[in-house]
T-cell receptor, first 112, second 116 residues
C-alpha cells in the first residue's frame, strides 16, 4: 500500500544546480500539493494541482516549477538552487477538497 | 487571508495523563474545516482528527477529542491517557469550504514530549 511516494529522501546541492523532486501517488487523487517545512515555521504551500494539466501557485512559489501531466505524478523542479531553498519538502495528495491530506515521507534538501 | 496560531511551541506530559494542545485561527468565513495533524519523528504527517465548522458536536477519535469554540475561533486538541507513541509534532490546520480554496493553512506546530 504505497500511498504517496517521494524521491529522493536526501539530497545535497551546490548553489546554482538544478534538480527535480519526484512525487507519485497511487490513490487516484485529483489534488496534489508541495509544501516546504522550515524549522519552527510550519508548512508553507509552494504549488498545488487540482487535476492533470492544472497547476497553481501557493504561498511561496518563487524558485520552483511544477507540472502535472498525469494524475499520479507531480514533480517539483528547482532550476537554480539557492541556500534559502534548504528545507524539508513534503508532497501530499487528497481525493477532494474535504481536507484530509495524505503525505509522503519528505525530502530533505540542503543547498551549499 | 486565514491564519492559524499555535502559541505553545512545546509541551510535555506524563504517560497516562491528559494534555490539551491549543490552537486559534482567524477567518471571516462561516463554513470551513479544521484539522489536527501529527508528525512523528519519522516525519510522515498523518491526520489525527477533523472538525467541520457547521457541526456543533466536538469530534472524537478514540483518545483524541477536540474542543471547538466557533465564536472564539478556538480549536484545542485533548489527548487522554497519553502514550509514548503520542510524542510528535502536532499541527493545527484550516481549510476553507469555498470552491477554489483547496489549500490547507498550517500553524507553526507544537512539539509534544511524553515522559515515562
Amino acid at each position: 500500500n504505497a500511498g504517496v511516494t517521494q524521491t529522493p529522501k536526501f539530497r545535497i546541492l551546490k548553489i546554482g544546480q538544478s534538480m527535480t523532486l519526484q512525487c507519485t501517488q497511487d490513490m487516484n487523487h485529483n489534488y496534489m500539493y508541495w509544501y516546504r517545512q522550515d524549522p519552527g515555521m510550519g508548512l508553507k504551500l509552494i504549488y498545488y494541482s487540482v487535476g492533470a494539466g492544472i497547476t497553481d501557485k501557493g504561498e511561496v512559489p518563487n524558485g520552483y516549477n511544477v507540472s502535472r501531466s498525469t494524475t499520479e505524478d507531480f514533480p517539483l523542479r528547482l532550476e537554480l538552487a539557492a541556500p534559502s531553498q534548504t528545507s524539508v519538502y513534503f508532497c501530499a495528495s487528497s481525493y477532494s477538497n474535504t481536507g484530509e491530506l495524505f503525505f509522503g515521507e519528505g525530502s530533505r534538501l540542503t543547498v551549499l | 487571508a486565514q491564519t492559524v496560531t499555535q502559541s505553545q511551541p512545546e509541551m510535555s506530559v506524563q504517560e497516562a495523563e491528559t494534555v490539551t494542545l491549543s490552537c486559534t485561527y482567524d477567518t471571516s468565513e462561516s463554513d470551513y474545516y479544521l484539522f489536527w495533524y501529527k508528525q512523528p519523528p519519522s516525519r510522515q504527517m498523518i491526520l489525527v482528527i477533523r472538525q467541520e465548522a457547521y457541526k456543533q458536536q466536538n469530534a472524537t477519535e478514540n483518545r483524541f477529542s477536540v474542543n471547538f469554540q466557533k465564536a472564539a475561533k478556538s480549536f484545542s486538541l485533548k489527548i487522554s491517557d497519553s502514550q509514548l507513541g503520542d510524542a510528535a509534532m502536532y499541527f493545527c490546520a484550516y481549510r476553507s469550504s469555498q470552491g477554489g480554496s483547496e489549500k490547507l493553512v498550517f500553524g507553526k506546530g507544537m512539539k509534544l514530549t511524553v515522559n515515562p
